[in-house]
């Protein structure tokens, strides 16, 4: 801007100067001419001549300083970064392509800059890119004919610009004689518009016109990019698709038509494509056309819609990944009518997602065709009913997923769920399960029944053992365990014994009370153990046995004093926040020592000077307190909390020092006042003597 005005101001400080020229010039030119005609004489050819060239000195000079205001000042051209035949320019507030760029540049990335015009200028008349990034410009404006003679041209990034301006001229920017990748998305494009980009692309395989406002797919649509492989129309809002816009597209195989309006189809007969996204959209409905031909879809994802039921696809399909997840599912129905009920056939589904539906039950038929499922999930429904009996079923399935459901029934006969490594049940607040489930999963490593209200029986099964307890000895695969929440009042002894557990957690079970042994059998394989939030003051249960143990987290308890460990711990983690801990006995922290890499010790009436041996240590060893700024301490000469950071031992021996005067000074007092009391019996002992020796 400054340089603006003073070019101006240039300009007309010239201007000005010119006039004033111009007018001396006229006056000493009409004193000429008065003088001639008085004197009657005739101005001669060479005079003329030499008034023109007066005239002409004078003027040279105004266009000069005309010419060099009207020229912007030279700009500093921020320098692109060439590697080998690739070239940057992302960023740099841009216009157009630096004139002094290599020859032959095969990738130009011109992203982020401030380009309106795309015209062969602007591009600085390169013609061999191979890749053209011009994403997150102003580019409404692109010249016809522009790419024709691109004819290596692969990958055009036109996205997040203004085409939607150039649409409206109605012309094609083609021929796209080789493009392969073309992104179009966010330009505010709406229906009809792509086809001037796309009328003659005929290499074109990967799209992307996401973020846009297209209403409607036409049949025309993709007709002059018949080699499409790959389509992307996420977020528009699309409400129609017109019959045939796919049918030309033989190579098609990924579709993404996810985060648009559509709501039905009933003819889906795509036999080629393999990865179709209709998420978020409003589908109530979802069916293919009656045919023999294989499908080769892989991947259908319909999760957030409103269908009401299950998808049908051709008996003859190789779908492996289904998600039909939060929908309005009440059933595994594909009709809506009982009796016309017709069974699914999914004989290649590895994933299946039907969570966050109103499913009440799922019947042991409905999986008869799902002979290759790893993971099922049925999660956030409301099933109060699960079984597996047939040995035939679901013998691939590694994950099944119920959590958060109203389960009050849960079967698994003999010899079934072969495969099955994680289960998962928390949330459903089951209270009675056959006393053996478990047992019965011989693969089973991660079980999760976290919000539920069992009871754990003994290892040994006997009439104390509470009706309904569920065992959980003996399961020679588990690994992980959460019994979290689950109101466990007590936990008897030997109750994972033969289970080999890494992780075990019992928190949020307020008033549970170990049995001395109960982590017997854990010795050689617990890692993380969690009790926090148990409301617990002292542990009856021996930790120091378990010498696999890493991690323990105590925190919120009520404890007052530490569990004992020896010299054999192997503890890397000790969480002790929100307990009631006043001192840390030395010898066990002393053990923990070698071991102990990080310590949680916030929110604990901890004595500032009874635990210089715990600071020490603390201050000279490789023990890391994350919450170290936080930890306060109670000292007897100050009223408020101390940071236990800023203790130091002078702090607590000038105060014991104190003490021990205070003490001696009491001493003395207390002699002096015992010898002056000795001193009086004395005296009035030697009075009494001497009167009665004067008698």
């Known amino acids: 801007m400054w340089r603006e005005e003073s070019a101006e101001r240039s300009f007309w400080l010239a ?18 001419v008065k003088s001639t005609w008085s004197g009657g004489t005739v101005k001669t050819s060479y005079q003329l001549k030499v008034s023109t060239m007066a005239a002409f000195q004078l003027l040279f000079p105004l266009l000069v300083s005309c010419v060099a205001a009207s020229t ?5 051209i921020p320098a692109c970064q060439v590697v080998q035949m690739d070239v940057f320019c992302s960023n740099l507030s841009l216009r157009s392509v630096p004139v002094n760029l290599p020859n032959g540049v095969q990738m130009l990335d011109l992203s982020r800059n401030q380009v309106q015009n795309l015209t062969q200028e602007t591009l600085a008349y390169h013609i061999g890119f191979h890749h053209l990034n011009l994403h997150s410009n102003k580019i409404h404006f692109i010249e016809p004919g522009l790419f024709k003679d691109m004819i290596d041209l692969k990958v055009l990034d036109l996205s997040r610009n203004h085409l939607n301006v150039f649409a409206h001229s109605k012309i094609n920017i083609g021929p796209l004689t080789a493009v392969e990748s073309l992104d179009l998305s966010s330009n505010g494009l709406y229906t009809g518009m792509s086809d001037y980009f796309l009328a003659d692309s005929p290499s074109l395989a990967d799209l992307s016109l996401n973020s846009n406002s297209i209403t409607k797919i036409a049949q025309h649509t993709f007709s002059g990019s018949s080699s499409l492989r790959k389509i992307n129309l996420h977020n ?17 195989t990924e579709l993404d038509l996810s985060k648009n309006s559509i709501t039905c189809i009933t003819d889906f007969n795509l036999c080629n494509l393999k990865v179709l996204n209709l998420s978020k959209n409003s589908l109530e409905l979802f069916q293919s056309t009656t045919s023999t031909d294989c499908y080769k879809l892989l991947y259908l994802d319909l999760s957030e819609n409103k269908m009401l039921y299950f998808p049908l696809l051709p008996r003859n399909n190789r779908l492996e990944y289904l998600d039909v997840s939060r929908n309005h599912l009440q ?27 109103q499913l009440k039950s799922i019947p042991e038929s409905f999986f008869y065709c ?48 072969q495969s099955l490594e994680k289960l998962f049940l928390h949330g459903n607040d089951l209270t009675t399960l056959d006393h053996q489930i478990f047992q019965r999963l011989p693969s089973i490593k991660y079980l999760h029944l976290q919000q539920n209200n069992l009871e754990i029986c003994s290892s040994h099964q006997n009439h104390e053992d509470p009706p309904g307890c569920v065992s959980f000895s003996s399961i020679r695969s588990l690994q992980f365990l959460n019994l979290s ?13 033969d289970t080999p557990l890494k992780l075990l957690d019992l928190s949020l079970n307020p008033g549970l009370d170990m049995d001395t042994h109960s982590l017997s059998g854990l010795e050689h394989s617990l890692v993380h153990l969690l009790l926090k939030e148990n409301n617990i003051s002292s542990l009856n249960t021996d930790l120091s046995s378990l010498r696999s143990l890493r991690h323990i987290d105590l925190s919120t308890n009520q404890l007052t004093a530490l569990p004992m460990w020896n010299k054999d711990s192997s503890i890397e983690s000790l969480n002790l926040q929100n307990n009631n801990l006043v001192t840390l006995e030395y010898s066990t922290m002393h053990a923990l020592e070698h071991s102990l890499k990080t310590l949680y010790m916030g929110s604990n009436p901890l004595s500032c000077c009874s635990n210089l041996d715990f600071l020490d240590m603390v201050q000279h060893s490789a023990v890391v307190v994350p919450d170290i700024e936080t930890v306060t301490c109670v000292h007897e000469e100050y009223s408020e909390l101390v940071y236990i950071a800023k ?37 009035s002992r030697k009075r009494k003597h001497n009167r009665s020796f004067n008698a």
């Open 72 to 76: 912007p000042p030279p700009r500093h």
């Open 331 to 357: 059933s595994i129905n594909v009709t809506g009518s009982p009796e016309r009920k017709t069974n699914v056939y999914f004989y290649h589904l590895r994933y299946l997602d039907m969570s966050y539906n």
């Open 370 to 417: 799902m002979g290759s499922i790893e993971v099922l999930n049925v999660s956030n429904n409301c099933i109060s009913s699960f079984s597996i009996t047939n040995e035939g079923l679901l013998q691939t399935v590694k994950i099944i997923n119920l959590s958060y459901n109203s389960l009050q029934s849960l079967t698994f006969g003999e010899n079934t769920l």
């Open 647 to 683: 203790v130091t031992k002078e702090m607590c021996h000038r105060s014991r020092v104190q003490k021990y005067v205070i003490a001696a000074v009491l001493i003395v007092l207390i002699v002096m006042i015992v010898l002056g009391l000795l001193v009086k019996c004395c005296q």
């Open 485 to 497: 929440e689950n109101s466990l009042r007590t936990l008897p002894a030997n109750s994972f014994a």
């Open 236 to 252: 528009n809002v699309i409400l129609e698709i017109e019959d045939g816009a796919f049918d030309s597209l033989n190579n098609l």
């Open 15 to 32: 201007v000005f100067a010119w006039l004033l020229s111009i007018c001396e010039w006229v006056g000493v030119r009409a004193e000429d």
